[in-house]
């Protein structure tokens, strides 16, 4: 049995969610504030609906605070409709967002999405593979370089493992995105193109290899 953590300071939103994904076989475990979210993930929820709007700590703060400790989804539920503001909730590692008010089965549908993807996910895992003076531990999501771990967020992780278990392959930045973030098929590329800077960034002050190659007016591929 999956299990949802929902988090909301409107308890009738709590309870609709609770209700139905009850119904669907899901456990749903809930949380009124960000404060008490935290506490919650002692449950090791499968997925963590979100809402950003909260008095005390909010959602995208919540999401920051929790991304380098917990591996699964985040799904953040928001009245917002600004590209700023899902922007800033993809940088502090949420992976998807609806907006309120949202229809609850295509909120099933896409919880749905995000566990068959990760199931995808841990099923094609390797333990470890080693490229150049890197090696790259997917089960413990690290990356090394000449022994010197990289700091990595969840995102960054998640790109250099789709390039690197697919090395070679070109990926567009729009595939990449729906890859990674999923379901907004026209992608954001600014929001691909930032996190790829990010990563080099960081390979490149331990290393000088190109592990991510760009090309030009296709996208970047792993650099074998």
Same mark, same amino acid.
């Given at each position: 049995m999956y299990k949802i953590l929902t988090v909301d300071d409107e308890s009738e939103i709590v309870l609709m969610i609770k209700k139905y994904f009850t119904m669907c076989g899901y456990e749903v475990i809930t949380a009124c &504030? #960000? *404060?008490? @979210?935290?506490? !919650?993930? !002692?449950?090791?929820?499968? %997925?963590i609906l979100l809402d950003i709007t909260m008095p005390g700590l909010d959602g995208l703060e919540v999401c920051r605070l929790i991304r380098n400790e917990i591996q699964c989804p985040i799904l953040l539920l928001t009245a917002r409709t600004e590209i700023k503001e899902r922007v800033r909730g993809f940088e502090t590692g949420a $992976? $998807?967002?609806?907006? !309120?008010p949202f229809d609850m089965e295509e909120l099933h549908a896409r919880i749905? @999405?995000?566990?068959?993807? *990760?199931?995808?996910?841990?099923?094609? /895992?390797?333990?470890?593979?080693?490229?150049?003076?890197m090696i790259i531990n997917y089960e413990r999501r690290q990356v090394k370089i000449n022994g010197q771990e990289i700091t990595l967020s969840k995102k960054e992780f998640d790109i250099i493992a789709e390039l690197s278990l697919n @090395? #070679?392959?070109?990926? &567009?930045?729009? /595939? %990449?995105?729906?890859?990674?973030? #999923?379901?907004d098929k026209? #992608?954001?590329?600014?929001?691909?193109i930032e996190h790829i800077r990010r990563i080099r960034m960081k390979l &490149?002050?331990?290393s000088d290899y190109e592990y991510i190659k760009t090309v030009w007016g296709c996208g970047y591929t792993w650099n074998l």
């Open positions: &504030s #960000g *404060e008490d @979210a935290i506490k !919650k993930l !002692k449950y090791e929820p499968d %997925i $992976d $998807d967002y609806i907006i !309120k749905d @999405a995000h566990i068959r993807r *990760e199931n995808r996910i841990q099923k094609r /895992k390797e333990v470890i593979r080693f490229y150049k003076d @090395a #070679g392959r070109v990926f &567009s930045r729009e /595939k %990449i995105y729906e890859n990674i973030w #999923g379901f026209n #992608g954001n590329n600014e929001t691909v &490149s002050e331990v």
